[in-house]
């Protein structure tokens, strides 16, 4: 958490601007039944009608800024996400030009690797979670624990399923998990 963290710090204003933008449009999803419900409590008491027209203006009003809310939150929340993982690969870039031949030698290449794709792994599922993400991968290690797989081949899906009925199924990814794996 403290690495996520420490990438969002550079982007504060950027994150209470969203969590701002996501709370006007929460509020505005609730105070329109609010309001709909005020509206015929009104017309069924028998009140004018420039009231009953207050609180339709009043609700289109809220359904605007809602609307509006939502839509901003989405853009906001999309730059942010893309100014952080722009930071996270800066950092890594970074990080690789650190290690010199005798780093390598030390460690071992497939331990270096290993290491830098699990901490990327783990930045991108706090990232992804709660929310529908689309990830292209070309090591299986990456989706392992995705909800849905859609294995591609020649452009066309000829498998889908999660890791383990895809493994239980014999398929072609199957295939291609035990090449890499087994």
């Not at 009003?61 to 996400?81: F, K, M, R």
């Not at 081949?153 to 291609?176: D, F, M, P, V």
Request: with cysteine.
């Amino acid at each position: 958490m403290r690495l996520i963290l420490r990438f969002l710090k550079p982007h504060w204003k950027l994150c209470i601007l969203t969590i701002f933008l996501l709370i006007v449009d929460v509020v505005g999803a609730l105070i329109i039944p609010t309001l709909a419900s005020e509206m015929l409590k009104e017309g069924g008491a028998g009140v004018q009608i420039q009231v009953l027209i207050n609180t339709a203006i009043a609700m289109a009003v809220a359904a605007v800024i809602s609307g509006a809310g939502g839509i901003l939150s989405g853009y906001t929340c999309a730059e942010l996400v893309s100014r952080v993982a722009k930071d996270m690969r800066d950092a890594l870039y970074n990080k690789s030009l650190d290690l010199a031949v005798a780093d390598f030698r030390t460690f071992g290449v497939a331990s270096i690797t290993t290491r830098t794709v699990s901490d990327i792994t783990n930045i991108q599922f706090a990232l992804m979670s709660g929310r529908m993400s689309f990830v292209i991968a070309h090591r299986l290690s990456t989706i392992r624990d995705a909800n849905r797989i859609l294995f591609m081949e020649n452009g066309n899906i000829i498998e889908q399923g999660t890791h383990r009925e895809l493994l239980e199924k014999g398929g072609a990814y199957a295939a291609l998990y035990n090449s890499q794996f087994a």
